[in-house]
Each structure stands twice: as structure tokens, then as C-alpha cells.
């Protein structure tokens, strides 16, 4: 188990490390990173914090406070991807909306002038 929650923390530092090298080359937006590096954080203090891995296998009725760790990854986890779904939906509605209102200036400006397209060729 100590080897396990070893090298959960040094992945943890990794993903945080990765998240802010991102971050610096402008590869992640900083609203986004905030939700992997709060995952990175959180990972890494349930792999140092033994004692509650163990409350929560008791809590859970588990005997190996592996699958505890496990399980509350998991949780952080899709916490993480229901929170990029939200934003996700978000931006599908804007890019919606920002077409119909290109569609409509569009049509609007090939109303007003309808040999406009015709001087461009």
C-alpha cells in the first residue's frame, strides 16, 4: 500500500508539473488548468494522508484501503470531465449562436448590396 500511495504522489507532482508547463506555453488556458491542478492537488494529499484512506475504506465497508483510493480518485476524476462537459456544452451553444447571427449579417449585407458578391469574382 505505501508503495502505491508513493508513486500516486509522485504522479501527482507530475500532472501538476505538466498542467503548469502547459500553462507557461499557452497550451491550456488558465481557467481550465484550475480543475487539473486542483485534481493534481487533491490526488497528492489523499496519497499522503494514509488515515484517511482507512476511515474511508471503514466507511465504505472495504478491507483494502486501495480500492478506498481508488474510488475517490475516480470521484475527482469525474468531477473533473462533468465540469469540462458543462463548458463543453457552453461553448457548442455560443458557436450556435455566433453562426445564426454570421448567417443573419450575412444575409443582411447580401440584401442590401446583391451585386456585392458578383464585383469579387
Known amino acids: 500500500m505505501e508503495r502505491l500511495l ?16 502547459g500553462l507557461r506555453r499557452s497550451r491550456i488556458r488558465v481557467e481550465y488548468s484550475v480543475s487539473w491542478l486542483g485534481a493534481a492537488a487533491l490526488v497528492f494529499a489523499l496519497s ?18 486501495a480500492v478506498a483510493l481508488i474510488f475517490l480518485i475516480l470521484l475527482v476524476f469525474l468531477g473533473v470531465f462533468y465540469r469540462f462537459s458543462m463548458i463543453i456544452s457552453h461553448l457548442k451553444d455560443m458557436n450556435i ?12 449585407v447580401r440584401s442590401r448590396h446583391p451585386h456585392a458578391e458578383e464585383t469579387k469574382n
Open 97 to 108: 449562436t455566433l453562426t445564426q447571427k454570421v448567417a443573419m449579417l450575412d444575409f443582411q
Open 6 to 21: 508513493d508513486v500516486l504522489a509522485v504522479s501527482s507532482v507530475l500532472m501538476f508539473l505538466i498542467v503548469l508547463r
Open 48 to 65: 499522503r494522508a494514509p488515515g484517511v484512506l482507512l476511515w474511508v475504506a471503514g466507511s465504505l465497508h472495504v478491507n483494502e484501503p
